[in-house]
């Protein structure tokens, strides 16, 4: 069965750090691209970062760039989103997707709701606040 889990999501405060993980089970994430999306509270759900396992190649939100980090683990077929300086407008849920791709990412997190990606994790809590 294929499946994404994340992990890692918690409460800190404002200016404060989390690492989020995504581990794929029951297949690798070789030429998938993967995205990190959140949805807080009454908002409509919206792409955050994403890499493209086949090359390397991320991309980010404007609002998180030069705070958030995607990177992989190919050994631990895992995902990671460093999150760093935190604010309280980073709240939300925490979702990792994976997309069949090749050297591409950018339009599943820049229009999620025209692109959307085949296999979800269950999300996981992230709250900023002090």
């Known amino acids: 069965q294929l499946q994404l889990v994340e992990s890692g999501g918690g409460l800190v405060q404002p200016g404060g750090s989390l690492r989020l993980s995504c581990t794929a089970s029951?297949?690798?994430?070789?030429?998938?691209?993967v995205g990190w999306f959140r949805q807080a509270p009454g908002k409509e759900r919206e792409g955050v970062s994403c890499i493209a396992t086949s090359d390397g190649s991320t991309y980010s939100l404007d609002s998180v760039k030069g705070r958030f980090t995607i990177s992989r683990d190919n050994a631990k077929n895992t995902i990671y989103l460093q999150m760093n300086s935190l604010k309280s407008e980073d709240t939300g849920f925490y979702y990792c997707?994976?997309?069949?791709?090749?050297?591409?990412?950018?339009?599943?997190?820049?229009?999620?709701?025209?692109?959307?990606?085949?296999?979800w994790g269950k999300g996981t809590l992230v709250t900023v606040s002090s």
């Open positions: 029951g297949f690798t994430l070789d030429h998938y691209a």
């Open positions: 997707a994976a997309e069949r791709a090749y050297g591409y990412c950018s339009g599943y997190v820049r229009y999620p709701r025209q692109y959307d990606m085949s296999y």
